[in-house]
C-alpha cells in the first residue's frame, strides 16, 4: 500500500488528485449509508439518487473553481462553462433542491428533512474540506505529502505509546485513549516534522506549485523556489560549541548546522496534527457511538473504512491551507493573473490604452536617471 502511494505520488499531481477524490467519495458513501438503511425501511424513493446528485453538483463547483483559480493561463477561463461557472452550479444545486421538494412524503417529513440535513452536513465535513487537500497538492505536493504523514506519525507512535505506557485515560469517546499515547505522539510527531521536513524540500518536484496537469516526477518539473525552503546556517553558542568539543575530546567541532524555514513551519503543523487533529477522530468516534457501529466501512479488513483512517486528516489539510495562506504564500499580481483581469475585464480599446500607457512608462524609466532626465510618473498621470 505504501509503495502504491508513492507511486502515484511520482506519476503526478493529476493522479494525486484522483487519489483523494475516490478517497472523499468513499468517505462520503460511507458516512450516507448510515442514513439508508432507515431510508429503504420507510421506502423513501429516490433518496439514493439525491445523496450522489448533490455530490456531483457540490464536486461540480468545487473543482471548478479550483481549476479556474490555478490554471487561468491554460485559456480554460475563456470558456463560457468557466465565465459562468458560480451560475451554473446554482443552477445544478436548485435542481437537486426542487426535485428534494418534490418527492416529500407525508408523515415522512421530519425524516426526509433529517436526512436532508445529513447530507449537508456530510457535504460540508469530507467533499468541502477535502478540496483543500486538491489545492495545497497545486501549491506543491510538500502541502499535500507533509500534513499527511504528520497525522499518520501521530496516529501510529500515539498507540505505540498508548500500547507500552498507557495508564490514564484521555477522553470518554475513546477509552484506549490514554495521556501517554497522547504526549508520546506529541513528541515523537514534532521530531518527525522537523527531520522529514528538512528532507522532502531538497527535492524540487515536492516544493514547485503546479502549472499544468501533465507534470510527474520525470517530467523535470523547476521553479524559483519559495525563500520558506531555502537552508541558511545557524550559528551554535559558544557554550554548546565548547561542551561538545570538550565531550567528544576535541574529535568534534560543532559551530554551526543548516536549518530550512520549512522546518520550523512544519514543527508548527507537528503540533496542529498531534493536539488539535486527534479532535476529528474523536469527533468521528462520538458520531459512531450516536448512530451505535462499530465501525463506517469495511474496505480495510482489520482496519474499518475509509473514514475511519480520514478522519483527522480533513481537519489536519485545512488548517494546512489557511496556514500557507496566510503565512507562507508569496503576495503580488503574477503576470497571468494580470493578462486574465486585462483580456477578461477591459475591451479592445481599452487593452490599446494600456498598452499605449505601458511602452511609455517603460521607456521613460529606462532613461538614465541624471541631470535633466525626465522622472518616472505613474500610469495615467
Not at 107 to 118: R, V
Amino acid at each position: 500500500m505504501i509503495g502504491s502511494f508513492w507511486l502515484i505520488l511520482l506519476m503526478g499531481h493529476a493522479w494525486v488528485v484522483a487519489l483523494v477524490t475516490v478517497i472523499h467519495t468513499l468517505v462520503y458513501r460511507e458516512v450516507i449509508s448510515i442514513a439508508w438503511v432507515p431510508s429503504k425501511v420507510k421506502r423513501m424513493p429516490w433518496f439514493r439518487t439525491m445523496t450522489w446528485y448533490f455530490l456531483l453538483s457540490t464536486n461540480y463547483y468545487l473543482y471548478g473553481q479550483t481549476v479556474i483559480q490555478y490554471f487561468k493561463q491554460n485559456g480554460f477561463v475563456d470558456s463560457p462553462l468557466a465565465t459562468h461557472h458560480s451560475f451554473v452550479s446554482f443552477i445544478l444545486y436548485v435542481l437537486g433542491f426542487v426535485f428534494f421538494v418534490f418527492n416529500l412524503q407525508k408523515d415522512h417529513y421530519k425524516f426526509q428533512f433529517s436526512q436532508f440535513a445529513w447530507t449537508h452536513m456530510t457535504l460540508l465535513l469530507v467533499v468541502v474540506q477535502s478540496q483543500f487537500i486538491v489545492k495545497n497538492i497545486f501549491e506543491g505536493l510538500v502541502w499535500f505529502l507533509v500534513p499527511v504523514s504528520l497525522v499518520i506519525c501521530n496516529d501510529i507512535t500515539a498507540y505505540v505509546a498508548g500500547f507500552f505506557f498507557g495508564k490514564t485515560p484521555l477522553i470518554q469517546l475513546s477509552p484506549k485513549k490514554t495521556w501517554e499515547g497522547f504526549l508520546g505522539g506529541f513528541v515523537a510527531t514534532v521530531v518527525f516534522g522537523f527531520v522529514f521536513g528538512g528532507w522532502i524540500i531538497r527535492e524540487k518536484y515536492m516544493i514547485c506549485p503546479v502549472s499544468n496537469l501533465r507534470t510527474s516526477y520525470w517530467s523535470n518539473l523547476d521553479c524559483e523556489p519559495n525563500p520558506v525552503f531555502r537552508f541558511v546556517d545557524v550559528a551554535v553558542p559558544q557554550q554548546v560549541t565548547s561542551l561538545v568539543f570538550t565531550v567528544t575530546a576535541g574529535m568534534v567541532q560543532f559551530v554551526k548546522f543548516k536549518v530550512a524555514p520549512f522546518q520550523l513551519h512544519a514543527v508548527i503543523m507537528a503540533l496542529f496534527a498531534s493536539i488539535i487533529a486527534p479532535f476529528g477522530g474523536f469527533f468521528a468516534s462520538g458520531a459512531k457511538r450516536a448512530f451505535k457501529i462499530k465501525d463506517f466501512g469495511d474496505y480495510i479488513p482489520g482496519h474499518g473504512g475509509i473514514t475511519d483512517r480520514m478522519d483527522c486528516q480533513f481537519l489536519m489539510s485545512f488548517f494546512a491551507f489557511l496556514y500557507y495562506q496566510s503565512f507562507i504564500a508569496a503576495r503580488g499580481l503574477t503576470v497571468p493573473e494580470a493578462m486574465d483581469l486585462i483580456v477578461t475585464g477591459l475591451n479592445s480599446s481599452d487593452q490599446m490604452e494600456l498598452l499605449r500607457q505601458l511602452q511609455s512608462y517603460i521607456s521613460i524609466n529606462q532613461q538614465p536617471q541624471g541631470v535633466g532626465a525626465v522622472p518616472a510618473v505613474p500610469l495615467g498621470v
